[in-house]
């Protein structure tokens, strides 16, 4: 997006000195560099042209750019590493710990004394989602003293990072017991998480930017948990976004941890008979 302020025709044919402000939008950073220079290439040939109308000459120079980031001013990537890694570290206690401890009690023998128990199945799983639900928020409190360590701006709202926080781990242990239901002992567990975290990662934007990837594998980005997460992320510390802006990103991720612990718990239901 590229907005122009008032004042345009003015500087250009009001002779003297004049403003220009242009503000665009550097979400996507080729992009912006390629718009400001055609814009700065379009100003400085028309004030030449104009200069040229009224029978002088131009100065050497007839336009002078000063830039101002309004996001992130410092450039400092230091600051979307560390979101980066926090969401990675919340996304692989999330899927391993849920999928580690159900095979260990297959493999111990005891998943099958808590199933003839009167305890029904979805308490069985909501018990282990609940020890690892905590674990992993103690863990994202931790993490905070991280982000005050680097000098990660918090300019949101704390609450709206738990929020989102819950969400995203609510779809990360699906992927977890998802994992648990295909595997019949732990290393199996272990591998297919393994495997299964690449692509999630891949699919998050945290290491490729989702608008460099092919059209097809940019749609598969939409079913990555992480990917939203990683969206909420950095508006909540480095924005102040709140939950008017933040809302999609989270009913996505509401909506995909719904969906993959239904699956998961049919799936692990049919594993059990």
């Known amino acids: 997006m590229v907005r122009i302020a008032p004042g345009w025709s003015r500087a250009l044919h009001g002779g003297g000195e004049g403003a220009v402000q242009l503000v665009v939008d550097g979400a996507n950073a080729g992009t912006a ?13 028309q004030a030449a042209d104009d200069a040229a109308a009224a029978g002088g000459r131009p100065p050497a120079a007839t336009v002078t750019s000063r830039t101002r980031v ?10 979307f590493m560390v979101l980066s890694m926090i969401g990675l570290a919340a996304l692989m206690v999330g899927v391993i ?4 401890s159900l095979v260990k009690e297959r493999e111990a023998g005891t998943l099958e ?26 863990g994202l409190t931790l993490s ?23 969400v995203f781990l609510v779809s990360s242990m699906g992927l977890g017991v998802l994992v648990a239901s ?6 199996q567990a272990l591998l297919l998480a393994f495997f299964g975290l690449v692509p999630v990662m891949f699919l998050s934007g945290t290491m490729v930017p989702i608008e460099s990837m092919p059209r097809p594998v940019q749609l598969a980005t939409l079913v990555s948990p992480l990917r939203y997460y990683m969206d909420a992320l950095p508006g ?12 999609p990103d989270l009913a996505a991720m ?13 799936r692990l239901r049919s594993r059990l008979r």
């Open 33 to 45: 560099a390629a718009v400001r220079g055609y814009l700065l290439a379009l100003i400085q040939r």
């Open 70 to 79: 309004w996001f992130n001013s410092a450039l400092r990537t230091v600051d």
């Open 97 to 100: 710990h849920p999928a580690a």
């Open 113 to 138: 004394q808590l199933l003839v128990s009167p305890m029904m199945r979805g308490e069985l799983v909501a018990a282990k989602l609940a020890v690892t639900l905590l674990a992993s928020l103690a």
């Open 144 to 166: 905070l003293g991280i982000v005050w360590w680097f000098g990660v701006p918090m300019r949101g709202s704390l609450a709206l990072y738990y929020f989102a926080s819950v």
């Open 182 to 187: 295909l595997s019949k002992n732990l290393q």
């Open 236 to 247: 909540i510390f480095l924005k102040g976004s709140g939950w008017r802006l933040l809302w």
């Open 254 to 266: 509401g909506g995909l941890g719904a969906a993959i612990l239904a699956l998961a718990r049919w």
